[in-house]
């Protein structure tokens, strides 16, 4: 063999013996392109962080200037907004089940294609959170719309929806249906192994099939940049670290019942604080 085909063959090697970190050094940068896309506010009138500086209590943002109005490129920046909002906020959370699909695909038929389907696994995982961000971008069409949302703002100008929102997200804390949801996300490795689908294909329908449980655990906790402000940096940042404290911290049924029953406290003040 070649001086040139061994120099090829060795890389070749030395790659699929770092998949982990190819996987990891992927996610890195996505979460940091997401995470710049997110502050920069592309396509907005405002970056996340003159918009962060601007936002006040919940329920009473000042209108800062007129949106451009709804037309289709307005949407798509929109959805794009939440989107990537999304990918930054939702894939560090996701990184334990990567690593683990990544460590099963090395140890399998596929070894030489685990950083690839890994990253094929994301897509899909990634495509359920799209899926979210179209329903994200219609119910903020609507809100504005009607005039519970306050469009320069992007955040509910109602106190009272504003509580009703936050009692509401509070409750789903203490339901069945998200302590099985975050079940899931917090077993990676029982996921995989009932779950698991060979080739491309199955790592995206995968990937898509954890993004939906992710979904039902995480939706009730996004739909709070309603009652903060979409682009409020610091709803961003602190429900993206909540998140990634339900899936990863030890005995969390305290964290979740403890942020439920401050949400609704939240909520409940939020509501009757004008008639005090």
């Known amino acids: ?50 918009m962060t500086r601007m936002t006040g209590a919940p329920g009473t943002a000042m209108q800062m200037g007129e949106n451009p109005g709804w037309s289709l490129s307005y949407a798509i920046l929109i959805f794009l907004m939440w989107w990537i909002m999304m990918v930054a906020m939702m894939t560090p959370s996701a990184a334990p089940m990567l690593l683990l699909y990544t460590a099963l695909k090395k140890a399998g038929p596929d070894s030489r294609h685990a950083a690839r389907l890994s990253l094929v696994f994301l897509g899909g995982y990634l495509a359920a ?36 929102v936050l009692i509401a997200a509070g409750l789903y804390q203490f339901s ?3 302590d099985a949801c975050l079940a899931h996300c917090r077993s990676p490795a029982q996921f995989l192994t009932h779950n698991h689908r060979p080739g491309a294909a199955g790592a995206f329908r995968l990937g898509a099939h954890h993004g939906i449980y992710c979904l039902g655990c ?59």
Not at 5 to 23: C, Y
Not at 25 to 41: E, H, K, Q, R
Not at 242 to 247: C, I, R, S, Y
Request: charged content about 10%; overall charge positive; glycine content about 14%.
């Open 176 to 178: 069945h249906f998200k």
């Open 129 to 164: 959170w799209a899926a979210f961000s179209v329903l994200a971008t219609g119910l903020q069409y609507t809100l504005e719309r009607v005039g519970l949302v306050a469009s320069a703002m992007m955040m509910l100008n109602s106190g009272l929806l504003a509580g009703v």
């Open 1 to 50: 063999m070649s001086r040139t085909g061994k120099t090829r063959t060795g890389l070749a090697e030395r790659l699929m013996r770092n998949d982990r970190r190819i996987v990891m050094g992927a996610v890195g940068l996505i979460v940091l392109g997401a995470g710049a896309y997110t502050v920069a506010g592309v396509g907005m009138n405002m970056s996340a962080l003159q």
């Open 218 to 276: 995480c939706w009730a906790l996004m739909a709070l940049l309603f009652v903060g402000g979409i682009m409020n940096l610091y709803w961003i940042v602190g429900l993206a670290l909540f998140v990634l404290a339900e899936k990863l911290l030890p005995r969390v049924g305290l964290l979740v019942r403890g942020s439920g029953a401050a949400l609704i406290a939240a909520g409940g003040l939020l509501i009757v604080w004008p008639m005090l």
